[in-house]
């Protein structure tokens, strides 16, 4: 399987919004379930919301009312858009890919396929 290659992150300001996508050829297209994950300095990787096969979505309480996740099957592409960002929101944002059999959604053990991460940096 090719890895998913995240981009999109960068430093911002508090207040701002981002939009992070993922390159995740030859997982969204089979029908693979993909989330999204981050992980800041010296915490562990939580997940923040995940996207199954029929677009049905499901999100972190941290990430409810602010991040938005959505995919384009005919480019393979996933998405998280971040609205309002907030220092706490600083860290290495990842993709991954899972067995849509697999379960539970956002735990981290789940997830068969990452990609490499893409760093969120926000200044207050």
């Known amino acids: 399987q090719v890895q998913p290659v995240e981009s999109g992150g960068g430093s911002v300001q508090a207040g701002g919004s981002l939009r992070l996508s993922c390159s995740a050829s030859?997982?969204?297209?089979?029908?693979?379930?993909m989330g999204w994950f981050r992980q800041a300095p010296g915490k562990q990787r939580e997940g923040v919301a995940d996207?199954?096969?029929?677009?049905?979505?499901t999100y972190s309480d941290s990430a409810k009312g602010r991040f938005i996740i959505s995919r384009d099957k005919a480019k393979d592409t996933l998405f998280l858009q971040i609205l309002g960002l907030k220092p706490e929101d600083t860290g290495m944002y990842y993709c991954a890919a899972r067995a849509c059999y697999h379960y539970p959604r956002l735990a981290p053990s789940t997830y068969l396929y990452w990609g490499q991460g893409t760093q969120v940096t926000v200044s207050s």
């Open positions: 030859g997982y969204i297209g089979r029908n693979y379930c």
């Open positions: 996207i199954n096969a029929n677009g049905d979505t």
